[in-house]
């Protein structure tokens, strides 16, 4: 529930063009991947270095690998995403 409030204010204050810092890029990115049924991604790292975000971790397909990269690129305030990721079938 925490991540979810987070995330909502800070899509809030996006949505009124209030600069996000890194802290809320992560939340927002965070409860974004969580939510996505192809990348499930509670397993994934996210970082945010002055609005340069980098996710590690693994996911199951480069379908969601990509996914996951486009969904974090879309947040506003994002400036460029690298991805690390590493696909494994196996992932839950």
Do not use: Y
């Not at 974090?72 to 990721?85: D, L, R, S």
Request: charged content about 30%; proline content about 2%; aromatic content about 4%.
């Amino acid at each position: 529930m925490r991540a979810f409030r987070i995330g909502f204010l800070t899509v809030a204050l996006a949505a009124f063009g209030l600069a996000a810092t890194d802290n809320e890029l992560i939340d927002t990115i965070r409860v974004k991947l969580t939510q996505d049924v192809d990348v499930n991604g509670g397993a994934l790292d996210v970082t945010v270095k002055e609005g340069i975000v980098t996710l590690r971790g693994p996911v199951r397909s480069d379908k969601a690998k990509k996914k996951a990269e486009k969904i974090a690129g879309k947040v506003k305030g994002v400036k460029k995403v690298v991805n690390e990721t590493t696909v494994s079938p196996n992932t839950l």
